[in-house]
């Protein structure tokens, strides 16, 4: 597996000049308490390369164990992009809304320890990249900031470093001191071009870098024209059509219009073949490859142009075109052009190409060649291809915007929109963002006509389907499935009949019908078989063994597994091979075959480690965890929930997250850690909730209801229970009312509680007589005759077994004593007398006390001294006789009713476990 990496900044193909004293500034303050430094310059003047060198700098120390990390905000438009960038960068899946995402990516770098993030170009989304900077400064508390723009924030905590132009040479005498001439010179030296040093070229030098106000890309454009032309010619050329363009930029500040004009100047002095490269260049998006030039960059109307690598090389040279560095070792050249060069170039190609040639070119490029196998890719096996497409999310998501942005559309630009949506799918969908993509993918749907290729419009439903099945909207999955069996019929496709008939049975599962989800499955597969669509035929082999396992026809489900496994196997699709066996692990595990179920789960574990899929290797963890915890194992099966989180926090989709946080808080409660149970419970739920995850939230909701209802919160825990029964209202889903049945008792049970502490026992019992009968109803309901505990399923035996718990704690407090917290009155649970201590100031202070201990720290006993504190406070007597008087009250408090109840134990004194600490006040 690869190392992770703790920068995504890389040595430039060219050295960095001067800016000594901005970078010691940028260092003094890093080292001291500002978090948010702000570069400010205009255009060209050199922001983003001065914050890449400090970042390279930072990134070859261990100051930052974080990471340093640079974010390429150019073409971010509000703060779904800003995001979408930086989870990119972090390899952060974004799966949910914006507030969610930043939620998550906060998370994140909070835990990352000390983190440096450069935010480069802001100007253009000031307002929403601030919604993302300032609580990222306030959560995450070692993280630093470093942002370039042409504007500054105004927010309190900026730290501004304004970055005038290099350094000018007082006189001509000086001139090899100045930043501005060492720049100019150096670039002249990497094409070999560096003037003669004579007077007159000191001097033409000096007035060159003058001329262009010290801007660092203005300067390296005017050296690049070396190449053609002498230190004379440029001097003079420049000196005349620089001012005369300036002149014709009065809209612009003047550095602004300096860069501009000699973008322009530079665009003239280059060949027409060179400039009909450049223009074409300009609609790449993230950068391009050589072979993607060579697809989309057309020169045969020139017929002088050499071949396009050697026009490549002399844009690189004129710093039209610069290198992009990859992030991977051995990955191929990639070039790329600044902003500013980008928008001047995109400018002169609507001049050039107003029928947008290019812009077909570059689509087809994108959609039928790198892009061509993407639709093949659901069973996720080729992952080759899938770390391509990641590399050209940029450009693939700029074909689907540009031909859906066609006026008018022709039938073969929303066909190329499909194509472009489809290939974003196979990443997105794991990565996100989630809301863009699906509000990309419904356009492109919406977009579609009869006379669309049905291929790709079912596979765009498909793509759907899946979208609205996670996001729980499931009535609005029922129509896409049954559109897409009308369109997969139109299209003669077995494979996608195949996929919407698996689609049907995952609908049918949730909504309670396990028949005819099992029909849909067999019928999966038999139409997968028959077309030799082998993964699947293993993914409905599996699926079916679920669905089977939940009907409790366990051996049938394992004997489906096993054959998925197999099928998987011979077809080496070995993702799917890896889920088939972390499906039979659940299914060995629930017939009693512990250590089968445990070996499936670490063949599965092991071949995802193969295959390098921290998706499905945080889920395997997950399906581990909930292994050692359902034994009983709440250690290992902590590690493993754990070892889940941290896998999936860079690339899992939200809900299998945070149904993770849901056992964790599901384990905390059985160790009755309520604090920490809560925690897990309530984050899980928002999230699950903002994600769209109906299902899960609903599950995490009466989860969390369970838990308040133990700790006595009643009233808060039958609020948090009609918000998760009105979830599954709303999405029909009778498999989770088994769920909330045993989660209703405990609320019962917390009433019943509140009743008998009132002296109404009977309640109480009448309650647990009840709650037994329900549990007892359940286990009749999802088990076969005979079967035990065990195979009921795991979000039922995980609240089978806290109601359990929840009843024996309940029918002990029946034969138990009730004590207030101020030790005014103790009885007998069964009793309606109770034992009053008001009129006895001394033994009400000793039993407060001993009961105070009984419910913060149940077990833990009352030192004599601390007891002897409480019933004689500021009085001082020796040991002796302090230990006498406080064995006589004890002993008189044991006489009144606590023998047994009130016991010694190495330590001290404490009350019996089956004591209840009431509040003082009584009906």
């Not at 000096?206 to 024209?225: H, K, Y």
């Not at 490549?312 to 600044?338: A, C, K, N, P």
């Not at 919160?713 to 088994?738: G, P, T």
């Not at 109770?834 to 100031?841: D, F, G, M, R």
Request: net charge negative.
């Amino acid at each position: 597996m690869a190392k992770r990496l703790d920068t995504n900044i890389y040595e430039q193909g060219t050295r960095f000049i001067g800016r000594e004293k901005e970078l010691k500034e940028l260092e003094h303050l890093l080292e001291g308490s500002a978090r948010l430094l702000t570069i400010l310059g205009p255009g060209g003047s050199g922001k983003t390369r001065l914050a890449r060198e400090q970042g390279l700098s930072l990134g070859a120390t261990s100051q930052y164990d974080g990471g340093v990390w640079f974010f390429d905000l150019t073409e971010a438009h509000d703060l779904d992009d800003v995001l979408a960038v930086m989870g990119r960068v972090l390899n952060v899946p974004l799966t949910a809304g914006a507030n969610s995402n930043l939620d998550h990516l906060i998370d994140l770098i909070a835990a990352r320890g000390r983190t440096l993030l450069i935010l480069d170009n802001l100007e253009q989304i000031l307002t929403p990249a601030i919604s993302a900077i300032r609580p990222i400064l306030e959560q995450a508390s070692d993280a630093t900031i470093i942002v370039t723009s042409r504007r500054r924030l105004c927010l309190s905590n900026e730290t501004l470093i304004e970055l005038g132009p290099l350094s000018l040479p007082a006189e001509v005498a000086e001139a090899s001191d100045s930043e501005a001439v060492q720049l100019f010179l150096d670039r002249a030296r990497m094409i070999r071009a560096e003037p003669a040093a004579s007077p007159e070229n000191l001097e033409r030098l000096v007035q060159i870098v003058e001329l262009l106000d010290g801007l660092p890309l203005a300067i390296e454009l005017a050296a690049a024209r070396l190449r053609a032309l002498s230190l004379s010619e440029l001097h003079s050329r420049l000196f005349s059509q620089i001012e005369v363009l300036k002149a014709g930029s009065r809209d612009l500040p003047a550095r602004h219009a300096t860069v501009r004009a000699v973008v322009g100047w530079s665009w003239e002095m280059l060949t027409p073949w060179e400039q009909a490269a450049a223009a074409q260049a300009s609609v790449f998006r993230g950068g391009f490859d050589i072979r993607a030039a060579e697809a989309v960059i057309d020169l045969t109307d020139y017929s002088d142009s050499p071949p396009l690598l050697e026009v490549l090389e002399v844009l690189l040279d004129q710093s039209i075109l610069h290198r992009r560095v990859g992030s991977e070792e051995g990955e191929s050249l990639r070039l790329g052009m600044y902003e500013i060069i980008r928008a001047f170039a995109a400018d002169q190609l609507r001049n050039l190409d107003a029928s947008g040639v290019t812009e077909d070119r570059h689509a087809h490029h994108y959609v039928y060649e790198v892009a061509s196998n993407a639709t093949d890719l659901a069973a996720g096996e080729t992952s080759e291809l899938v770390l391509r497409l990641s590399l050209e999310m940029a450009n693939i998501e700029a074909v689907a915007r540009r031909m859906l942005a066609r006026s008018p559309r022709t039938n073969e630009a929303i066909e190329r929109a499909l194509r472009a949506v489809l290939a974003m799918d196979v990443v997105r969908s794991v990565s996100g963002p989630f809301v863009a993509h699906r509000r990309l993918l419904e356009e492109a749907i919406a977009c579609s006509t009869d006379e669309i290729d049905p291929t790709l419009r079912a596979m765009a439903l498909v793509a759907r389907s899946r979208i609205e099945f996670r996001n729980g909207d499931l009535e609005a999955m029922k129509e896409t499935v049954e559109e897409g069996f009308v369109v997969a019929e139109a299209a003669k496709s077995d494979c996608l009949e195949a996929r919407f008939h698996i689609s049907k049975a995952l609908l049918l599962w949730y909504e309670g019908d396990k028949a005819e989800a099992e029909r849909a499955y067999e019928k999966a597969r038999s139409i997968a078989e028959k077309a030799g669509h082998l993964f699947l035929v293993a993914q409905s082999e599996s699926n079916l063994g679920n669905i089977l396992e939940w009907d409790n026809r366990i051996e049938e489900a394992i004997s489906h597994h096993e054959r998925g496994v197999a099928v998987a196997r011979a077809a080496n699709a070995r993702k799917t091979e890896a889920r088939c066996l972390a499906n039979l692990g659940s299914a060995l595990r629930a017939v009693g075959q512990e250590d089968r179920g445990l070996k499936s789960f670490e063949s599965s574990l092991e071949l995802c480690r193969e295959l390098d899929d921290p998706v499905l290797e945080a889920l395997v963890l997950s399906y581990l965890g909930i292994h050692h915890h359902l034994m009983g194992d709440f250690e290992r099966a902590e590690q493993y929930y754990e070892q889940s989180l941290e896998k999936g926090r860079l690339c899992s989709p939200a809900s299998q997250r945070r149904g993770v946080q849901c056992y964790l808080g599901v384990l905390e409660h059985e160790r009755r850690s309520f604090e920490s149970a809560r925690f897990y419970l309530k984050e899980a739920a928002r999230h699950l909730i903002e994600v769209g995850s109906q299902p899960s939230a609903a599950w995490a909701l009466g989860c969390r209801s369970a838990l308040e209802a133990d700790a006595d919160n009643h009233e808060l825990a039958a609020s948090i229970l009609a918000e998760a029964e009105r979830l599954v209202q709303e999405i029909n889903l009778s498999a989770s009312e088994a769920l909330f049945s045993l989660q209703r008792c405990h609320l019962d049970l917390s009433l019943a509680r509140q009743k008998c502490f009132q002296g109404k026992w009977q309640a109480l019992a009448s309650t647990c007589t009840k709650a037994k009968s329900q549990l007892s109803k359940v286990h009749c309901q999802w088990t076969i005759e005979g079967a035990d505990v065990n195979q009921l399923p795991e979000e039922l035996r995980f609240a089978a077994r806290l109601l359990d718990r929840a009843i024996s704690e309940a029918t002990a407090l029946l034969d138990g004593l009730i004590v207030a917290e101020d030790g005014s009155f103790f009885r007998k649970t069964r009793s309606k007398k109770a034992v009053e201590l008001a009129s006895k100031p001394l033994q009400r202070r000793l039993l407060a006390r001993l009961a105070v201990a009984r419910r913060d720290e149940p077990g833990q006993p009352v030192s004599a001294d601390s007891l002897f504190e409480a019933g004689w406070p500021d009085e001082s007597i020796q040991p002796e006789a302090a230990a006498n008087r406080l064995h006589v009250r004890i002993a008189e408090l044991r006489k009144q009713g606590l023998q047994g109840w009130l016991n010694y134990q190495e330590g001290g004194w404490l009350l019996a476990s089956n004591v209840t600490v009431v509040p003082s006040k009584r009906d």
